[in-house]
């Protein structure tokens, strides 16, 4: 089963891809920068789901 934040953090490293790649393309730094820190992001946020869901199917 996956929670909210395993989504959530998956949502955020598609929209950082697409942000970083739209950067990439365009020649915009920013937006290729802005990019790569909300695909960590969203890498972030899904390994604390993937935490918090080993932690409740362990209880």
């Known amino acids: 089963m996956v929670n909210k934040?395993?989504?959530?953090g998956v949502a955020k490293q598609v929209k950082g891809s697409v942000k970083?790649?739209?950067g990439k393309a365009?020649?915009?730094?920013?937006t290729q920068a802005e990019g790569t820190?909300?695909?960590?992001a969203?890498?972030?946020?899904?390994?604390?789901?993937d935490v918090k869901q080993k932690?409740?199917?362990a209880l």
Request: cysteine-free; hydrophobic content about 30%.
């Open 42 to 49: 969203g890498k972030v946020q899904k390994a604390y789901g």
């Open 20 to 22: 970083e790649t739209a």
């Open 5 to 8: 934040d395993q989504v959530a």
């Open 37 to 40: 820190a909300e695909k960590i």
């Open 55 to 57: 932690v409740k199917n």
């Open 26 to 30: 365009t020649g915009n730094k920013q």
